[in-house]
């Protein structure tokens, strides 16, 4: 079984949804996999999705309102196969925080986006409602390219 964690900043917006998206896209897929996320900052610790996240997830069918938010730790990086950050910021605080002998693979989430590499999805949290659902579509498109990119690995005859 595959693992894979989804990091933010705060994991109460964007990787909350990745999460959610990420296991819609895995039953679509029949992939059996253990899928978490968590944040790079402690702030929101212990708490739900933001409302607004939990309203886009709604939006699409998908109710994240059980979540909870927590902070990435060095067991993370023995723990999953994939840990996937959502914007650069987050990327360099991975790679920082990620001891040497850890096998875990980093990517940002639109690395496996086509045409996207490099790019992040954009904090919503200072944002509006409608901002949400443009974070949920670019995590679609994440999730989708790395959910097949892992079906095609480990189908693979
Ligand atoms: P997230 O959004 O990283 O997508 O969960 C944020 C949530 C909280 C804060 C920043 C971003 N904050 O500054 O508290």
């Known amino acids: 079984m595959v693992s894979v964690l989804f990091v933010c900043l705060g994991n ?50 998908t109710d994240i309102s059980h979540l909870r938010a ?4 060095r067991g993370d990086f023995e723990r999953f196969d994939h840990i996937v950050a959502l914007d650069t910021h987050n990327l360099a605080d991975l790679l920082s925080l990620r001891p040497r002998d850890s096998r875990s693979r980093i990517s940002m989430l639109l690395d496996h986006a086509a045409g996207c590499a490099g790019e992040a999805v954009a904090d919503p949290y200072h944002g509006a409602d409608e901002d949400f659902d443009v974070a949920w579509a670019d995590i679609a498109a994440g999730v989708r390219g790395l ?5 095609r690995e480990t189908r693979r005859p």
Do not use: M, N, Y
């Open 12 to 61: 109460i917006c964007r990787s909350p949804l990745a999460e959610a998206a990420f296991r819609i896209e895995t039953a679509r897929l029949g992939l059996d996999a253990e899928v978490d996320s968590a944040g790079t900052g402690d702030w929101h610790v212990g708490q739900p999705p933001d409302r607004r996240a939990q309203a886009a997830a709604l939006r699409k069918g």
């Open 70 to 73: 927590r902070q990435v730790t």
């Open 147 to 151: 959910a097949e990119a892992i079906v």
